[in-house]
């Protein structure tokens, strides 16, 4: 299978549904939050307090850190515009770490042809579900893998995207 153009990532997100993630059940469990985040300082302390447990890992096996210069990308105003909603980008970053734990990569996009792509091996799109505000919706998680050895995948950028993926 091919890879998806690279800027057709959050247009995807449109596109999955529950059963991609579990059974209802499963995925009303999963995409239940534990932390809050009012504002930009909120989510700044809880993601450095998430970043001090070390990298992320999720149920496929994929790794990430976390760094100081993720949590700066994750919080900027470029970031915190492209999710559909303030509030559900604040819940994205205070639970991040609940994020990626159950986030599917279920496609491969192309590099960004537009962007400084040098140092990198791959950018992921992986995706989870996050219930706001009574719906279950998909943040997309974005990843820079870089070639350098040594050097872990990166988290780099969350999008909430607004699309009740819950069948009514």
Do not use: C
């Not at 909120?42 to 990430?64: F, M, P, R, W």
Request: aromatic share 8%; net charge neutral; no cysteine.
């Amino acid at each position: 299978m091919g890879k998806e153009p690279w800027d057709s990532s959050s247009e995807k997100a449109k596109e999955l549904k529950i059963s991609d993630f579990g059974t209802p059940e499963e995925v009303r469990e999963m995409s239940k939050m534990p932390r809050t985040a009012q504002n930009r300082e909120e989510a700044v302390n809880i993601l450095k307090q998430i970043a001090k447990n070390g990298s992320l890992k999720n149920k496929s096996g994929i790794i990430a850190s976390l760094s100081g210069k993720s949590i700066d990308e994750i919080v900027s105003g470029q970031a915190l515009y492209q999710s559909f909603n303030i509030m559900a980008h604040w819940q994205a970053a205070a639970n991040v770490d609940k994020l990626f734990l159950n986030a599917i990569e279920p496609w491969e996009f192309e590099l960004n042809p537009n962007k400084e792509n040098e140092h990198l091996k791959n950018r992921l799109y992986l995706y989870a579900p996050m219930e706001y505000n009574e719906n279950i919706l998909p943040v997309k998680l974005t990843l820079k893998e870089f070639k350098q050895k040594g050097l872990e995948k990166r988290l780099y950028s969350i999008e909430a995207i607004n699309v009740d993926m819950q069948v009514k």
